[in-house]
């Protein structure tokens, strides 16, 4: 009896301790997938990027997908393949200004990320279905001007501007 209720105890203490502990992440959990296509003219970042939609309505899934690309480019950065480096996130922890995540939210809310995005490949979009879901797996190609965005978030006060470091 007594190694029955130190079970229930020690059960209930971690689901109290694992219900305690989660933090409100950003307004948005991101899921999509990045895939480095090679390198675009001076400044842009030429990236396939796939995320999951529920409809495969062009307008909802070219958006959505444009607004990963940007996602990815300020916080996770863009991995290495096909010829070109890792380039990193152009927010981090050292470049960062207090109280971006206002502006940023108003950013993603108004499209003005759609400032940013210089193509979408045709020829590179991709749509599956996936089994047992009503879900749909789309991939595009996306050219993002980084050096653009760069700009725009310094003079929005997002970010610091790289004079920082010298």
Do not use: W
């Not at 991101?30 to 999951?52: A, P, Q, S």
């Not at 444009?66 to 152009?90: E, F, M, T």
């Not at 950013?107 to 599956?128: A, C, D, H, M």
Request: contains cysteine.
């Amino acid at each position: 009896m007594k190694k029955l209720a130190l079970y229930l105890g020690l059960v209930i203490l971690m689901f109290l301790t694992s219900c305690s502990s989660s933090k409100k992440m950003s307004s948005v959990m991101k899921t999509y997938e990045v895939e480095t296509m090679g390198v675009g003219n001076d400044g842009t970042y030429l990236i396939k990027v796939t995320d999951y939609f529920r409809t495969s309505d062009e307008m909802v899934y070219l958006d959505g997908l444009k607004r990963d690309a940007v996602h990815c480019v300020i916080y996770s950065g863009i991995p290495a393949g096909n010829g070109s480096i890792n380039q990193p996130a152009l927010m981090n922890a050292d470049t960062k200004i207090e109280g971006y995540e206002q502006a940023l939210n108003e950013f993603f809310e108004q499209k003005e990320y759609l400032n940013f995005i210089n193509s979408v490949v045709n020829s590179s979009k991709t749509i599956t279905r996936l089994k047992d879901s009503k879900e749909y797996r789309i991939s595009a190609v996306i050219s993002v001007n980084k050096d653009e965005l760069r700009k725009y978030l310094i003079d929005k006060k997002i970010i610091k501007s790289l004079d920082f470091i010298f």
